[in-house]
């Protein structure tokens, strides 16, 4: 089971999650108030930033269902349920950082390779693919 906590982005926006990310980052894009957020995410990516110790730039954490079906995501998008984000690393290709990201979920999650960013999710199952 994977656990999820839900943040008023009014209300808890500032309030840090780890070292080096905010509730803020993990918000739809479409300025709606409710984020969701798994803590084991923000692990995941608190290990990429401290890994190339250069800042993560997340371009789209959660999505609510409405957002998520204007921008074509998949209908069981991770990210609907605060599991995903899609991530860049100034300076360092996606295939280096999806290589890492193996390194810390290599059975699980997904893992999808794009031309300038890595898709993670904290799926249960194992998934891996090119965009």
């Not at 839900?6 to 309030?15: F, I, L, P, T």
């Not at 990516?45 to 401290?50: A, P, V």
């Not at 984000?85 to 794009?114: Q, S």
């Amino acid at each position: 089971m994977i656990n999820i906590n839900a943040y008023s982005r009014a209300k808890q926006g500032n309030q840090k999650l780890s070292k080096n990310f905010k509730v803020r980052e993990f918000a739809c894009k479409d300025n709606s108030d409710v984020v969701f957020v798994a803590p084991e995410l923000v692990e995941v990516l608190q290990k990429i930033r401290t890994h190339f110790g250069k800042p993560v730039t997340i371009n789209s954490a959660y999505r609510t269902p409405a957002y998520n079906k204007k921008v074509g995501g998949a209908t069981y998008s991770q990210h609907c349920y605060g599991t995903a984000a899609d991530i860049r690393i100034t300076g360092v290709p996606p295939k280096k950082i999806a290589a890492f990201i193996e390194t810390i979920i290599p059975d699980r999650g997904g893992i999808g390779i794009y031309s300038n960013f890595v898709h993670v999710d904290i799926r249960e199952t194992k998934s891996r693919w090119n965009g």
